[in-house]
């Protein structure tokens, strides 16, 4: 089970923030996929994927996103056709 370095539970869709990131840094804030013996994986807001060290981490988690919530948006959104 990983963990953030508040003890949280990271859990899919939660928004983290890496701690070593500076202010300007595109992946300072990103969301939580799945953690491996090594790392935290994570996707940025831009599409990007990438991993963070969990040894040593300052990954904090920041916020939730509620993936049930976004589906029933989905389900009930209707695409205009071009």
Excluded: S
């Amino acid at each position: 089970m990983a963990k953030d370095i508040n003890g949280e539970t990271l859990n899919f869709g939660d928004i983290i923030r890496n701690g070593w990131a500076g202010n300007r840094n595109p992946h300072k804030i990103t969301m939580f996929i799945k953690a491996t013996k090594r790392f935290f994986n994570w996707i940025a807001l831009d599409g990007t994927q990438g991993q963070t060290y969990r040894d040593n981490n300052r990954v904090e988690k920041v916020g939730e996103l509620d993936l049930g919530a976004w589906r029933a948006i989905a389900e009930n959104t209707k695409l205009e056709k071009d």
